[in-house]
């Protein structure tokens, strides 16, 4: 089995490469830039869609990169086996479809049009698929979310709480590499998309207390009242998407995701080196 590997400098392919070289297989993972040599791991340098060098006898693809630029290329690539395909894609497929912020329902849009495209032609390759779609993916420093906050709160020793009583529920990046790992090995996965969330649902408020407390250094608690958070949305235009959604819940159901690969993510309990790689 020859496995190709997109988005294998990922957070979520930096915990997946070595499950795939322990299993003695020949892994070949694309890059755009240099990486470190790696064990039974091939590095190949391009980009999706249009500089993918052309590699024969593919069995299987991971991909945990842009979902656009994989549909376009499975678009337009000949494969003379039809591989096995499994990607992770995101839950802002859903929870980002009614956002009050245009280009997040754009991007919501996207995620789920790049689905439909991918789908349609992994069908034309013969080839079985599965889609994950994670809620917030944190673990090994690379995330735009939690890590950008931790790091922030590092630098300058105040750690922003805003208010909110919506829940989260945060996946660790290798669960998702091992729910990815499995779906390849498991038939019942095929054509599915599946939701996939932590172990744990809290309040996005216990997330942020969590995250401060995990931190090696200590900081400065600095409260964010809702009145002030609600202003801000108003007239921030970049976070007026996220602070909208604190009182939402942007959560999973891992009924199916365990049912079908036996996957059960852990509880959000981060540590300092989930912040930095």
Request: charged share 20%.
């Given at each position: 089995?020859?496995?190709?590997?997109?988005?294998?400098?990922?957070?979520?392919?930096?915990?997946?490469?070595?499950?795939?070289?322990?299993?003695?297989?020949?892994?070949?993972?694309?890059?755009?830039?240099?990486q470190s040599p790696a064990q039974n791991v091939t590095w190949l340098s391009g980009r999706l869609p249009d500089a993918v060098p052309v590699v024969g006898d593919i069995s299987a693809?991971?991909?945990?990169?842009?979902?656009?630029?994989?549909?376009?290329?499975?678009?337009?690539?000949?494969?003379?086996?039809?591989?096995?395909?499994?990607?992770?894609?995101?839950?802002?497929?859903?929870?980002?479809?009614?956002?009050?912020?245009?280009?997040?329902?754009?991007?919501?849009?996207?995620?789920?049009?790049?689905?439909?495209?991918?789908?349609?032609?992994?069908?034309?390759?013969?080839?079985?698929?599965?889609?994950?779609?994670?809620?917030?993916?944190?673990?090994?420093?690379?995330?735009?979310?939690?890590?950008?906050?931790?790091?922030?709160?590092?630098?300058?020793?105040?750690?922003?709480?805003?208010?909110?009583?919506?829940?989260?529920?945060?996946?660790?990046?290798?669960?998702?590499?091992?729910?990815?790992?499995?779906?390849?090995?498991?038939?019942?996965?095929?054509?599915?998309?599946?939701?996939?969330?932590?172990?744990?649902?809290?309040?996005?408020?216990?997330?942020?207390?969590?995250?401060?407390r995990s931190l090696p250094v200590d900081t400065v608690p600095l409260p964010l009242p809702a009145w002030l958070l609600r202003t801000a949305s108003r007239g921030v235009g970049k976070l007026r998407g996220p602070l909208s959604r604190l009182e939402a819940d942007?959560?999973?159901?891992?009924?199916?995701?365990?049912?079908?690969?036996?996957?059960?993510?852990?509880?959000?309990?981060?540590?300092?080196?989930?912040?930095?790689?």
């Amino acid at each position: 089995m020859t496995v190709l590997v997109f988005g294998g400098s990922s957070q979520i392919g930096h915990y997946l490469l070595p499950l795939l070289a322990a299993r003695d297989e020949p892994v070949l993972a694309l890059s755009r830039t240099a990486q470190s040599p790696a064990q039974n791991v091939t590095w190949l340098s391009g980009r999706l869609p249009d500089a993918v060098p052309v590699v024969g006898d593919i069995s299987a693809i991971f991909s945990f990169g842009p979902l656009n630029h994989l549909a376009d290329w499975l678009q337009q690539v000949e494969l003379p086996h039809a591989p096995r395909v499994v990607v992770v894609s995101s839950m802002s497929a859903d929870s980002k479809r009614d956002s009050e912020v245009h280009t997040e329902r754009e991007l919501s849009q996207l995620i789920r049009d790049s689905e439909k495209v991918m789908v349609e032609a992994c069908e034309k390759h013969g080839s079985a698929w599965t889609v994950l779609r994670p809620t917030l993916v944190y673990g090994a420093g690379m995330d735009k979310s939690l890590t950008p906050m931790a790091q922030r709160a590092m630098r300058t020793r105040v750690f922003p709480l805003p208010a909110g009583s919506g829940l989260r529920q945060p996946v660790h990046a290798q669960d998702l590499a091992h729910a990815a790992l499995a779906a390849l090995d498991n038939a019942a996965a095929a054509g599915k998309v599946l939701a996939i969330g932590g172990g744990e649902r809290l309040p996005v408020s216990e997330m942020f207390q969590r995250v401060r407390r995990s931190l090696p250094v200590d900081t400065v608690p600095l409260p964010l009242p809702a009145w002030l958070l609600r202003t801000a949305s108003r007239g921030v235009g970049k976070l007026r998407g996220p602070l909208s959604r604190l009182e939402a819940d942007l959560i999973a159901d891992n009924t199916e995701v365990t049912r079908l690969l036996g996957v059960q993510p852990r509880p959000f309990q981060p540590d300092a080196e989930c912040w930095r790689l």
